[in-house]
T-cell receptor, first 113, second 114 residues
Framework: KAGVTQTPRYLIKTRGQQVTLSCSPISGHRSVSWYQQTPGQGLQFLFE???????NKGNFPGRFSGRQFSNSRSEMNVSTLELGDSALYLCASSFWGVNTEAFFGQGTRLTVV | QKEVEQNSGPLSVPEGAIASLNCTYS??????FFWYRQYSGKSPELIMS????GDKEDGRFTAQLNKASQYVSLLIRDSQPSDSATYLCAVTITEGDGSEKLVFGKGMKLTVNP
């Protein structure tokens, strides 16, 4: 059974640009959550999508957005990149949502210069 | 702000010993609790989930949950050098608007010495 797949693995972007990250969940999982991991703040919840709808949201600015497609694949977009957005972005998939076991992808390492 | 707290460590134990990792949380309504292991440069890997008070055992790992005291712990028996990693406690938190999110502790770095 294939795991969670995130693309790309590494990205370097310039301040002010925008970026789109992709996540393909485990087959049969309908929930995809996104997290930002930094050395200072640790793992922080961005948002969760379930059946193409954003169901839960963390405390991040509106520059961070996402969507989910009918096949449960999800994308996360960050607009007007700032240096502080440099982080490891992780997605996790689960059957029902944040209350159930979630499995992480390998992450996308974003560097903003 | 509802929080999940872990001692930052690091924790160092000899091979074969029991490693004990603890976590406290502030949301009395939390229902779901997880332990993840993260090796350096890798993504978190789910080790255990626990939903009810008491102990849950899986191989060398035992998760313990006490909702009255709002803590959850992870015991690793017969620790091996391959257990050396950062261990993350995660708790489902419900915000005032009814939204839910999985909140992680900052992690505890465990080193098992041969």
């Amino acid at each position: 059974k294939a795991g969670v797949t995130q693309t790309p693995r590494y990205l370097i972007k310039t301040r002010g640009q925008q970026v789109t990250l992709s996540c393909s969940p485990i087959s049969g999982h309908r929930s995809v959550s996104w997290y930002q991991q930094t050395p200072g703040q640790g793992l922080q919840f961005l948002f969760e999508y379930f059946s193409e709808t954003q169901r839960n949201k963390g405390n991040f600015p509106g520059r961070f957005s996402g969507r989910q497609f009918s096949n449960s694949r999800s994308e996360m977009n960050v607009s007007t990149l700032e240096l502080g957005d440099s982080a490891l972005y992780l997605c996790a998939s689960s059957f029902w949502g944040v209350n159930t076991e979630a499995f992480f992808g390998q992450g996308t390492r974003l560097t903003v210069v | 702000q509802k929080e999940v707290e872990q001692n930052s460590g690091p924790l160092s134990v000899p091979e074969g010993a029991i490693a004990s990792l603890n976590c406290t949380y502030s949301d009395r309504g939390s229902q779901s609790f997880f332990w993840y292991r993260q090796y350096s440069g890798k993504s978190p890997e789910l080790i255990m989930s626990i939903y009810s008070n008491g102990d849950k055992e899986d191989g060398r790992f035992t998760a313990q949950l006490n909702k009255a005291s709002q803590y959850v712990s992870l015991l690793i028996r017969d620790s091996q050098p391959s257990d050396s990693a950062t261990y993350l406690c995660a708790v489902t938190i419900t915000e005032g608007d009814g939204s839910e999110k999985l909140v992680f502790g900052k992690g505890m770095k465990l080193t098992v010495n041969p």
